[in-house]
């Protein structure tokens, strides 16, 4: 499951869940491809609320162009 929150041509996407017995079989992953690929379709700017999702995006910089990126540094 992903949750997200439409505004305009942006998209947040705030959860990401797995159940537990689909764990590291990838099933987060490809949530997340379809997720992009969806956005990507629809035109849509990214905002990656979800830490799950923000995280698989900074490893797979297909997406790069969509994805809107805070450049603040958190401490």
Known sequence: ???YQ???NV???THT???PEFEHHGV???LARAAMEDALA???LVVPICPFLAG???KNHDYDAI???SHRRVK
């Open 1 to 3: 499951m992903i949750t």
């Open 17 to 19: 869940k797995v159940e």
């Open 67 to 69: 994805v809107a990126r």
């Open 6 to 8: 439409v505004t305009g």
């Open 56 to 58: 698989w995006l900074d």
């Open 11 to 13: 998209v947040a996407y």
């Open 42 to 44: 629809k035109g849509r």
């Open 28 to 30: 987060g992953g490809e």
